[in-house]
């Protein structure tokens, strides 16, 4: 037999034993394509800056941008791994780039309006589906009033798709309940929030990249005799806690930001054994040209080392 | 073959390109319908008023009003593209006047006398399909406490409407939340709730005209270079917010007013791209020569420059 | 053919064009029924103070009525249209009484010792349709904070009920909100609270006689014009507001009162348009005796004018 | 034929005609069992004390009642009529003692350690019919805030119960709300309890016997003409208010007291036309001899002037 | 026939005389597993902690922990009767070890970061039948204020659970209502936990080792009488509680502590009855090494006495 998969993307699949075929077929769609295919790497954009900040917040500083289409085209020309949207966008291409790019729909989704911290479910398993989807894709809030519903809307929603051949992934964001705002991007938290999605049956985990701080005070003593000055061993210990490198965890990049910056935080990432990037706003809040060249150079960054 | 369809009418269908053939021969027919038809335009009389504001507020102005048949006939004999009712009306006419006019059905609706935020599902696809309607129509309030839950209605009434071949309307009615009363009118959060209504997987949008005002301090800049001063450059914006003016938006009128100030918002709706009125108040509560008077005129400004 | 039903029975039944015709045969099986049947009005008798007000309080004045058949036997024996009560109470009569009377499911009930203003639903459409009902009955709170909730289960206990070929009764009781206790017997909310009714699909609406108050500050402009400083003149308001007189509107009588007032009030109720009456206490809280005379004498005022 | 029913028991199973012959099965086997056996009377033990108030306080005055099997023992061999308890201590003898008595599975339960006034529900319709069951038993609160999400739950397994012919007991207790601690055996609200019990459809109803006060001031008036200083009058009225008498009605002993104090009552429940006793903690805090022996003479007090 | 469960396993099976052979069959499958295997005792391992504490907090004091592999061997390794941990970490070995060890899916969790006393349902009846497991675990706050949808929850898995041949595991952890900390480990309060897991079904109960407190004042007295000064005396009278022991009842070890401590604390569980211990944080928050050297040690103290 010719192989296909790559060792790289084999290796990824062993740490996911036990799950159906279709599950595995699904990663390995995203970890087979685009300029990080084969890698074991993952570079994704995610478009619902607009459920959570508005559209003119998201697309005003690139107005190309408020058409669905321009995402799918920029994720299929920058050669990234997979597209994430919510439904009526993903609805909005799908036809029409069906099979160019494999697509997550995320299923839930906030609205920066309101005060309650909580997300609707805004898609289904089916709808993934008929879209055409490799993945289906939930934010989670550890800690929020809600944190429980929302998890036993993952549990049901990531058991459905799992049964569909579907992969799951799930963006952690821990806040409210004892958590302040430094809170929600301290070490322990961000590490938490990354093994909780592990234990719900992540499939990919997306968190933001953490900083030194600890917020628990009972978390104090374990994080006592590492160093966790330098980014890319914050990056090493997410990545540890999601079943010890044993899951796909993928880092955002928050705000955009000069480029310098966001590449350094990239080979951080990287370094640190990252599995990936997922680059909304410095993606698409930008003139296209400038988003392919920066994506460019993310990816490179991520394929440092691969041959 | 002969084309039925117009031009203007497959050009709007083709932004719903992948969506079921049954939804759009539903969208269809309401663009093919009455005075506007074949223009790509719609103006549509809704009758909630009575369960919104009670009937003597809706009604009393004008008494044949008080007839559900008298609203048929309006939007029939005034050429309108749909009419769209809460169920109990819906079915006191459904049957007398079978294939006369495209029929909307207002599933959800709120009720005046009370202080929550909130709207009751007061009817089905299922009954929709019972009634003969192209569509489903659902109001969200995105802002409120209650707003993830009406996404979550909306999503399974849209899910349901779509598989089986019926357009979904959304009227997008920011509230609540960080959101006062001037807030609601305001050009941001007016864009924001049509964005949504597309991400929620609407093919038809009804909003309020905006007004100039930015409600969220976080939107200011992204309105910064802008020029919104006039009212059909803020039509432009919202329709460029609902996938970048691939969905239908249409525009409510509100209160009863004089018929050359409706007009000049009419003719600022049609100068900015918007794709018709929803005219309510302002057709049914006057009598029935002058309300089919002035719809006439509302629908010449919105066939300007068509042939 | 000889028609069974009277020109004025098909003239109520064309008000529900469109409805199931199974829906249609239990509407006149209780307008057929009776001392009024073939008039086009109905005189109903409900028993459900029970529930709402405790035993004693509904039942010590007259002993007998204690026990459920007693009112089988009072309806049955005064030659009532119908007879409506809670699951229980139908059930302990429904097989001995079977065919003798249409019965009316009250389906859902309050209980005057706690302090929350909603209801539970306590029967079904399955019951109903066991027990050999023409109708299922809800109560909605127009105002009230579980408004929404209650509109919800009427929906759908009113799709099935329909399905299933009963009719739907809708006692209409604004209170809770911004309604205070005068507010819940003025014009404009009574007539509200009967509009509503109609718009989510009752067949026949249960009101309260209602005084000469508005209480929305916002309806006082609609008022205006008006006089309803007589009480027929306000029935006759609230069945327009009833699509147009084109729903049966019954009204109760309230407390136990004198005859002379009652009957002063039915007159009213008749000249205004009222089809009917439904009376509760002012008919088990008397001697049978007395009851069956003050009912026979309802019947005759809305016989008058009747050949 | 030779009836295997006595007469005592035909005339109760008169009162529910129309019922299922499933469920009137059930209720004879109740009634035809143990020493009261063909009386129309029922004496039953019930034993969730240990989820009230815990197990020490429950069973440490006896410590063999730590056992489940004590229970069914004590049950069996003091000839009562049946054996009520939650689904885990009934599933613990269902099989070694199947057919030795008719047990009643006590669906919802509630748990001394919260604060909450509710019950969960712990045990099902199927639940009992595996474990062979003759009856389900709900306890409901009127008044308190849960009280409408009771009688729902209540509706729901007693429609299924009596589709698969089990009998259904209520265990009304009113509480919260309105009511006091003293309110909760006034002699109106316990009456109202079990009124409500019986229209929610109950054939078994339990309460506590009343004591002369009337808790609610609108109810003074209906209770002024009558004379409710005797325990037996009260009962009477009670008995009364289920349907004229026509649901059975037992009462309940209340905490552990002196021997005479316990028959005296008895002999007014009796005398009051109370339809039986449910003797928990005086029966299974005491040694199985006392147990016995009190128990035999509580059943010779409801056979007294019966043959 | 040569008999392979030994008679102690026998005899703890009879306890469950009635239930379905599919849950005996499992119940046994852990019963003979391991070095405990045929003595009727059961030492399980428990990996929940990074749901609860978090990952650092749990793994961090020996880091190779973090595999979900590490704990599936140390188990097997360690010759315990059962492994027990949350969906996602189960699922990362189920495969792999198949048949190795007897799982526990811990069917609910909660998470440190939030302040509501609640959990999430995160796995089911199905997902452990697809994992091959022969139990599913949930965890109980008696007190709470949600405590009543927990025994919802634990009531309808644990039914499926039988259905479908599973045993069901119920960690009874009273907490929140009236009970402050200290009351959470007090004797009357972890027995009352303790029977309402039985009362709720569960074939396994999980508690804490009580201290000699009594919280609840209604409880002192029936405490007054008995010696509970000694742990051994204080766990048999949890195990008594637990249907006079005929529930396998098995104690938790709490946080890791010197070894002495913890042997001693297993020589009075073993004295006083208890049927095992649950050992994490003392198992895996060491050197592999050291862990199976107490849990060694551990198991001899449980088997103690037999032969």
């Not at 998201?58 to 050669?79: K, R, V």
């Not at 934010?139 to 993952?154: A, K, L, N």
């Not at 499939?203 to 104090?220: C, D, G, N, R």
Request: glycine letters at 12%; one cysteine or more.
């Amino acid at each position: 037999m010719m192989a296909y998969l790559t060792p790289a993307v084999r290796n990824v699949l062993s740490w996911y034993d036990g799950e159906r075929p279709g599950v595995k077929a699904s990663l390995a769609r995203m970890l087979m394509h685009g300029r990080t295919g084969g890698s074991g790497k993952l570079v994704i954009l995610p478009v619902d800056q607009g459920f959570e900040h508005g559209p003119a917040r998201s697309f005003a500083a690139n107005p190309p941008a408020y058409d669905p289409h321009y995402h799918f085209e920029l994720a299929i020309d920058a050669g990234l791994s997979a597209f994430a949207a919510p439904l009526g966008l993903l609805a909005a291409g799908a036809n029409r780039y069906a099979g160019e790019i494999p697509l997550i729909l995320k299923a839930n989704n906030a609205n920066g309006l309101g005060t309650v911290k909580d997300e609707a479910i805004t898609g289904t398993v089916r709808d993934a589906l008929e879209l055409g989807c490799s993945a289906v894709g939930y934010t989670i809030y550890p800690g929020s009033d809600r944190q429980y519903d929302m998890f036993e809307e993952v549990r049901a929603g990531a058991a459905e798709a799992k049964a569909n051949g579907l992969a799951v992934v799930v963006w952690a964001y821990p806040r409210g309940g004892q958590l302040d705002a430094r809170a929600e991007t301290a070490l322990d938290v961000v590490a938490y929030g990354a093994h909780i999605a592990a234990l719900l049956g992540a499939h990919i985990i997306k968190v933001k990249p953490p900083t030194s701080y600890i917020a628990e005070p009972e978390a104090q003593q374990a994080y006592a005799s590492g160093d966790y000055a330098r980014l890319h061993d914050r990056i090493a210990h997410v990545v540890q806690t999601a079943f010890d490198g044993h899951r796909i965890v993928i880092f955002s990049g928050g705000p955009a930001r000069d480029d310098a910056t966001i590449l350094e935080e990239i080979r951080d990432i990287h370094r640190g054994g990252g599995h990936g990037s997922i680059v909304g706003r410095n993606a698409f809040q930008r003139p296209r040209g400038e988003a392919l060249e920066l994506l460019g150079k993310i990816i490179d960054v991520h394929l440092e080392g691969n041959d």
